[in-house]
């Protein structure tokens, strides 16, 4: 018989819960719509990165060392 009473109290917390979980989703729907618009609207595109010439020059010029480098090695196997 306890167990049956405690099934019985279960229930009706389920019941209880599920009433209130409703609610709180019907509410949360409208907030949730226009919270989700408000931020929307207030994000801004990524700026692009400028890279001065100075440092494309720099950034370039390791790219050649490197591919010397590989291109040595490669001779070197050959």
């Known amino acids: 018989?306890?167990?049956?009473?405690?099934?019985?109290?279960?229930?009706?917390?389920?019941?209880?819960?599920?009433?209130?979980?409703?609610?709180?989703?019907s509410i949360g729907t409208g907030a949730a719509t226009s919270s989700s618009s408000k931020t929307a609207s207030k994000a801004r595109p990524r700026r692009k990165r400028v890279l001065s010439a100075e440092a494309r020059k720099r950034i370039a010029d390791a790219q050649r060392r490197r591919w010397a480098a590989v291109h040595a090695k490669a001779k070197k196997k050959a």
């Open 1 to 25: 018989m306890a167990i049956e009473h405690i099934l019985a109290q279960i229930d009706s917390e389920i019941a209880r819960l599920t009433q209130a979980r409703k609610i709180l989703a």
